[in-house]
């Protein structure tokens, strides 16, 4: 009310924006999207304008439309738009909202855009710091990985390795994963904030992570399975205080499931996608939770135990109802 008696429309659309990401830590995403339309429509409101403030707009949009598998088509319009108003602008934010449209286009399916996009996002990485290279490299090996190119997947997560080494000064051969990884674990990495803090273990996380599903898919599974149960699971869970990092850790575990699965280990496969979904449900990961309600089923087929193949598959249909499907007036 303070705000609107004195028409300062520009400064409500910012508080929405940040009361939007309070939500978005809680993965309260009915919240998000009701903050982001109030912080659109005070925006339009405002006669001062502000382009930063209107991109990082459009990129919270985008973000929320992609964590729940929403209408890809419609945020790949919206980051459209953010690329176009930062061109216009200085280049705000373009290595981010390329990144961003390349994990759009591998969730649509769309491997030339993905390339076309993530080779923008990388040129424009070049000098920027070295945890933004490392998150540019990390969606290349997500993507790649994605497609089914596990060569070149394995050869990012190997290069994003050597990023992250560089960035603690740490001296170790990316083929000695268990090296690495003890060595992650005997130090106390602090960054400035604990954003910045949690975002380097969900880094070293998920290289680890997209390495195995690389080398499983290589036909190497034994190497798969020896870097995956080299992972201190507990120890990087310990690192994720946001829940929405927490979400992140548990959807890249479904992996380690998948690949024990391939690899006729159904019984552990089993335990570990339990695990997973009752720990998605604490957090109500609608789609996450259709996923290993989906990954679930198909476990307890193998074992030919119809009935809990039936409840899980039933559970991840349930799920997939569930999940929430936003969209924003353009």
């Known amino acids: 009310e303070i705000y609107q008696n004195h028409n300062m429309d520009l400064d409500i659309s910012k508080v929405y924006v940040s009361m939007h990401i309070n939500h978005y830590c809680l993965y309260d995403f009915s919240k998000c999207k009701h903050k982001l339309d109030l912080a659109t429509e005070a925006y339009a409101n405002s006669v001062t304008k502000d382009s ?5 707009l459009l990129y919270h949009k985008v973000d929320l439309l992609a964590l729940t598998h929403s209408d890809f088509n419609q945020a790949i319009k919206i980051v459209d738009s953010a690329i176009s108003l930062s061109l216009e602008n200085n280049m705000y934010f373009l290595e981010r ?27 424009l990485c070049k000098t920027s710091n070295m945890s933004t290279k490392v998150n540019v490299y990390l969606a290349m090996a997500c993507g ?4 089914g190119n596990y060569s070149n997947a394995l050869d990012h997560t190997i290069h994003t390795q050597k990023l992250i080494m560089q960035l603690l000064n740490f001296d170790v051969d990316p083929s000695k994963e268990e090296l690495f990884i003890n ?23 998920s290289c680890l992570i997209e390495k195995a599903i690389a080398y499983h898919y290589l036909n190497d599974t034994r190497k798969a399975i020896a870097l995956l149960a080299s992972i201190d699971f507990d120890f990087f869970l310990s690192k994720f205080t946001l829940i929405p990092n927490r979400a992140y850790f548990w959807e890249n575990k479904l992996s380690y499931s998948k690949i024990l699965s391939h690899s006729n280990k159904t019984e552990e496969a089993i335990k570990i996608a339990t695990e997973i979904k009752d720990h998605l449900l604490e957090i109500n990961d609608f789609y996450d939770l259709y996923k290993t309600y989906e990954l679930l089923g198909d476990l307890y087929k193998k074992m030919n135990d119809y009935e809990n193949a039936f409840i899980s598959l039933h559970s991840a249909h349930q799920f997939m109802k569930e999940n929430m499907n936003f969209s924003f007036d353009m």
């Not at 930063?52 to 990082?56: C, F, L, P």
């Not at 790649?144 to 497609?147: C, H, P, V």
């Not at 060595?183 to 880094?203: A, G």
Request: hydrophobic share 35%; charged share 25%; proline share 0%.
């Open 97 to 123: 909202l390329y990144r961003l449209k390349a994990l759009l286009n591998f969730q649509s399916k769309d491997y030339r855009e993905f390339k076309s996009s993530i080779e923008k996002s990388l040129i």
């Open 183 to 205: 060595r992650v674990m005997s130090i106390d990495m602090q960054m400035n904030t604990t954003f910045e803090t949690e975002q380097l273990y969900k880094q070293i996380y």
């Open 52 to 56: 930063i403030h209107e991109i990082n």
């Open 144 to 147: 790649e990985n994605y497609f």
